[in-house]
């Protein structure tokens, strides 16, 4: 949620850095409310100190034995004021509360202008050691008639019938080989970022309240994309208290409101998590989207990054973290390039984004892999996330709040059997992942 203060203080500024997100904020129904707002305060307060003074004269005059009864009928109407009075402020904080929720974040100085992902701009590009790139900067063709990851996968054990009679369409089965190298994957990305990058792995809930995914930002604005739960007989909090249950769409979800309502410790920064779930997307609106294959399903599995900081080292985190996962596409031999997104293809909550793109021979082209975000205090000023410093007088500060996939399990399965096919259908598996394929180094169909 953007900080009403600075509405209040430098409300220019605001509706421009809104503006580079495409967004026309309505100046004049915020100018609106704030005038309501601030004469409602104004005459509360004036109330309230006409209420002091008729309470110490009503006291003189009784004293002395006089008539105090016009000073005490004046000061009897006066709670009933004030009770109005505070309904009205608390509905016009509603009303500015409730749409705010749905105004994005405000982008970086740094986040360049544009309106579409045809404005991002490039960082840099990556391609193993072994491969030249082509007078385009890209990876060289295969030299060989090139297949797509479905005609590729199908004969290793990807199954899209089975998932279709199952769960219908946008869903995937895996078997045999293809299964267990969906699972090295997962099992690299979590180790790698253990092990190497210092982050905690955890295991988080699959479904979560209404109230969580307020704190994230998926609700309200995004509730049509994610899966509601059909609530039971049962007699746990979130069904007492009424609140609706939803499939999480990413473990950032989890992962990041696991620090809601709470004031951490200075030295509990940063704070560095990651897991691997799966994760449901209903997909509204993308219809004729990469309907073929694995690109855009509505149940896949990612290993989500997510750290904690200190205000002042976000940006730090936010580059640290991309490092974090261009080191899966590295040690998976996967050509990839970096893009910073542009103001008008940001996602709702942040700040800054970089995409990590992969590519995809048989699309020839780079595709979304991974996408890492700073959303600053947005997040926190929702959930009530804080820290306070070190010293007695210190005052609880928000925290900032970074997301990233390192990496989307099934794009990256995908990747890796376009990048590593041969002639004869075959899969070469990247060295990093043998370990945990029994020291199998090739893939083939039955």
Same mark, same amino acid.
């Given at each position: 949620m953007l900080?009403?203060? $600075?509405?209040?203080? +430098? $409300?220019?500024?605001?509706?421009?850095?809104?503006?580079?997100?495409?967004? !026309?904020?309505?100046? =004049?129904? /915020?100018?609106?409310?704030?005038?309501?707002?601030?004469? %409602?305060?104004?005459?509360?307060e004036a109330l309230q100190a006409r209420r002091n003074a008729l309470a110490k004269q009503i006291g003189q005059l009784k004293s002395r034995g006089e008539d105090a009864s016009e000073l005490m009928t004046e000061s009897q109407a006066i709670p009933a004021r004030l009770k109005e009075l505070e309904a009205r402020l608390g509905a016009i904080q509603e009303e500015l509360s409730d749409w705010l929720l749905n105004v994005p974040n405000l982008p970086h100085e740094s986040v360049p202008a544009g309106e579409s992902s045809d404005d991002n701009v490039e960082v840099r590009r990556w391609l193993p050691g072994n491969m030249q790139a082509d007078a385009e900067g890209n990876p060289p063709k295969l030299? /060989?008639?090139?297949?797509?990851?479905?005609?590729?996968? =199908?004969?290793?054990?990807?199954? /899209?019938?089975?998932?279709?009679?199952? !769960?219908? %369409?946008?869903?995937?089965?895996?078997?045999?080989?293809?299964?267990?190298?969906?699972?090295?994957?997962?099992?690299?990305?979590?180790?790698?970022?253990? #092990?190497?990058?210092?982050?905690?792995?955890?295991?988080?809930?699959?479904?979560?309240?209404? !109230?969580? $995914?307020? &704190?994230? &930002?998926?609700?309200?604005? /995004?509730? +049509? +994309?994610?899966?509601?739960?059909?609530?039971?007989?049962?007699?746990?909090?979130?069904?007492a208290d009424g609140e609706d249950l939803y499939l999480i769409s990413t473990s950032e979800i989890t992962l990041t409101a696991s620090v809601r309502e709470s004031i951490l410790a200075e030295d509990q920064l940063p704070m560095r998590l990651t897991a691997h779930t799966p994760c449901f997307r209903s997909e509204a609106g993308s219809g004729g989207r990469d309907v073929r294959g694995m690109i855009r399903q509505?149940?896949?599995?990612?290993?989500?990054?997510?750290?904690?900081?200190?205000? @002042?080292?976000?940006?730090?985190?936010?580059? =640290?973290?991309?490092?974090?996962? @261009?080191?899966?596409?590295?040690a998976l031999e996967l050509p990839y390039r970096v893009v910073l997104l542009c103001g008008g293809d940001m996602g709702f909550g942040a700040a800054k984004t970089y995409?990590? #793109?992969?590519?995809?021979?048989?699309? +020839?082209?780079?595709? =979304?892999? %991974?996408?890492?975000?700073?959303?600053?205090?947005?997040?926190?000023?929702?959930?009530?996330?804080?820290?306070?410093?070190? &010293?007695?007088?210190?005052?609880?500060?928000?925290?900032?709040?970074?997301?990233?996939?390192? $990496?989307?399990?099934?794009?990256?399965?995908?990747?890796?059997l376009e990048n590593g096919q041969q002639a004869d259908g075959s899969v070469v598996i990247p060295e990093a992942l043998r370990p945990y394929m029994g020291g199998q180094e090739v893939i083939k169909p039955a």
């Open positions: 900080d009403q203060n $600075l509405l209040r203080k +430098d $409300l220019p500024t605001v509706v421009k850095a809104l503006a580079l997100r495409g967004l !026309s904020f309505d100046t =004049e129904r /915020f100018n609106r409310l704030e005038t309501e707002r601030k004469a %409602s305060q104004m005459e509360t030299g /060989f008639e090139t297949r797509d990851h479905v005609a590729l996968g =199908e004969p290793l054990g990807l199954d /899209f019938e089975s998932a279709r009679k199952l !769960s219908g %369409s946008r869903f995937m089965m895996l078997r045999g080989q293809i299964a267990r190298l969906h699972r090295a994957l997962a099992q690299f990305m979590l180790d790698l970022h253990t #092990e190497r990058h210092g982050y905690q792995e955890c295991y988080t809930p699959y479904i979560v309240n209404g !109230s969580t $995914l307020l &704190g994230t &930002g998926q609700l309200p604005k /995004f509730k +049509d +994309d994610m899966f509601w739960v059909t609530k039971g007989g049962g007699d746990d909090d979130a069904e509505h149940q896949f599995d990612k290993v989500e990054m997510v750290q904690i900081v200190h205000p @002042e080292k976000s940006y730090e985190a936010l580059e =640290e973290m991309v490092g974090h996962a @261009e080191a899966v596409l590295q995409d990590l #793109e992969v590519w995809l021979p048989a699309q +020839d082209t780079w595709r =979304e892999i %991974s996408s890492v975000s700073n959303c600053e205090a947005f997040q926190a000023r929702r959930m009530q996330a804080r820290f306070r410093a070190a &010293g007695p007088k210190a005052k609880p500060e928000y925290v900032h709040t970074l997301n990233g996939s390192g $990496l989307a399990v099934g794009r990256c399965l995908v990747a890796v």
